[in-house]
């Protein structure tokens, strides 16, 4: 059974720091592009961040380069996400995403497997 569950979302004041993880089961992580996205109250789900099978690519939305850093460790399956100088406007319930191929990867529809989400909330 395929599941990815997210954790470490809070509420934050602005400028802090929260680190998120996806913890990924039933499939072969090594083999699958992760990814992060995130959906605000009324907006369309997000492009956060990717990176690559093996970790060595990264890619992530203009909103957030500089500020949040995506990672992997394919020997415990799990996809970190370190959110510096968050803004409030970062708040949103944040998903992780795995795809098995494809190449756009900006898009939900390129993801094969979601997480259930977790709220960052970032308000003074």
């Known amino acids: 059974q395929v599941q990815l569950v997210e954790s470490g979302g809070g509420l934050v004041q602005p400028g802090g720091s929260l680190r998120l993880s996806c913890a990924a089961s039933g499939f072969t992580f090594s083999n699958y592009v992760m990814a992060w996205f995130r959906q605000a109250p009324g907006k369309e789900r997000e492009f956060v961040a990717r990176i690559s099978w093996s970790g060595g690519s990264t890619y992530y939305v203009d909103s957030v380069k500089g500020r949040f850093t995506i990672s992997r460790d394919n020997s415990k399956n799990t996809v970190p996400l370190q959110m510096n100088s968050l803004k409030p406007e970062d708040t949103a319930v944040y998903y992780c995403?795995?795809?098995?191929?494809?190449?756009?990867?900006?898009?939900?529809?390129?993801?094969?497997?979601w997480g259930q989400g977790t709220q960052v909330a970032v308000s003074s």
């Open positions: 995403a795995a795809a098995r191929s494809g190449t756009a990867w900006t898009t939900p529809a390129a993801y094969d497997y």
